[in-house]
């Protein structure tokens, strides 16, 4: 996991995204999602993706759990989640989530 504070996010998605396909496809997609207080997303156990997640909280709050860290994410943060690590949220605010994943095609 790695947690970009809200003042540096725009440049920093810039650096983070250095994702090279060893087939030269690579797939990008893009999702807004919005989540209760209370809720632990997913609701046991963890979550896997074979693709990079890059995550803007767009507001709200979470505490994510993500490779063996916990980290408490706010409205302007940004996260990157890389590809095979195992990580949850639990929503501590209403929150709005916009998320870009990135992997081989």
Request: hydrophobic share 45%; net charge negative.
Given at each position: ?105
């Amino acid at each position: 996991m790695k947690v970009v504070p809200a003042i540096l996010a725009t440049e920093a998605l810039l650096n983070l995204v250095d994702h090279k396909s060893a087939r030269g496809n690579v797939r990008c997609q893009t999702l807004v999602s919005s989540f209760a207080a209370g809720l632990r997303v997913p609701e046991d156990g963890f979550s896997v993706h074979d693709v990079t997640e890059i995550s803007l909280i767009l507001s709200g709050s979470f505490d994510l759990e993500s490779g063996g860290e916990i980290a408490r994410l706010s409205e302007g943060d940004l996260v990157m989640v890389p590809p095979g690590e195992p990580h949850f949220f639990h929503v501590r605010a209403d929150t709005r989530i916009f998320t870009l994943t990135i992997g081989d095609a």
